[in-house]
């Protein structure tokens, strides 16, 4: 008799139980064990497989939304000197096109399996490829940009005050998270959707929301994705 199945047959059984096992890291999407196992898989429905729309045109809007004062920019490599950050990054195919406009790109997956992907996807490219939490990542200099896709709704709920203050934390004033929120009712995930007033309470103390449109072209496991820009407030507002 193992020492568990004596505990269960001692006197009371309540007090006696064991306590509820957790779930296995692979059913835990806080965990990269999670992610590993759908990307070696196969399992990715959140994969666009390219660039979404939104993302080449905001790409050439992106240095007059961030340094308003300075007008335009080379149309050639609109980017130039801006840094961006993607957390989350999966296959990274934004990583590529940001890039290649000239951006100074760090993308960062903490899945092992997501950034072998990734590394395919990418191949050799001027940008910065890293195997690290997002939570814990320390960036040399601040990013002009955070872009945000399918990485917000693939945290549980719990970490959604650490996401807002982290990237709070990474983004000096005028800066931006953009890229695609999914909205809708906050049941079971991931995806987890978000309501309204649920990104506004996280996000609303630390961004002010500067667009804001339904997604062009939604994944069906995103039916109520939006575009959005969020521009980081002074400093004032501590984190
Ligand atoms: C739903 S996938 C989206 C991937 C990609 N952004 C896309 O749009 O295809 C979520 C990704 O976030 C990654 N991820 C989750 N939590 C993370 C964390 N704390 N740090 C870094 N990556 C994380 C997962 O490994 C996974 O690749």
Redesign the pocket.
């Known amino acids: 008799m193992t020492d568990e199945s004596k505990r269960r047959d001692d006197g009371n059984k309540a007090e006696a139980m064991p306590p509820v096992s957790p779930k296995p890291p692979t059913q835990r ?2 965990l ?1 064990d ?3 196992l759908r ?1 070696n898989t196969g399992v ?1 429905p ?3 497989g390219g660039v979404p729309a939104e993302v080449t045109s905001f790409a050439r809007s992106f240095h007059r939304l961030r340094f308003p004062a300075q007008g335009d920019t080379d149309a050639a490599h609109p980017l130039r000197e801006l840094r961006i950050l ?9 990583a590529a096109c940001f890039a290649a406009l000239g951006g100074q790109v760090t993308a ?4 092992a399996a ?1 950034i072998a992907k990734a590394r395919e996807v990418l191949g050799n490219w001027p940008g910065e490829l890293l195997h ?4 814990a ?1 320390e960036p040399p200099s601040p990013p002009d940009l955070i872009y945000e ?3 917000l ?3 549980p709920r719990k ?1 959604w005050r650490d996401y807002a203050g982290k990237t709070a934390a990474l983004l000096p004033a005028g800066a931006l998270l953009a890229g695609f929120f999914l909205y809708g009712e906050e049941g079971k995930g ?2 987890f959707a978000a309501a309204p007033e649920t990104v506004r309470d996280l996000l609303g103390p630390f961004f002010d929301c500067v667009e804001d449109r339904a997604s062009l072209d939604p994944l069906p496991m995103f039916p109520g994705e939006r575009w959005q820009i969020w521009r980081r407030k002074p400093a004032s507002f501590p984190v």
């Open positions: 999407p806080e990269p999670f992610w590993d990307f990715i959140w994969n666009a993607i957390p989350g990054c999966g296959h990274a195919f934004e960062l997956d903490f899945s997501a690290a939490d997002f939570f990542y896709r399918a990485f709704c693939a945290l970490c991931p995806p």
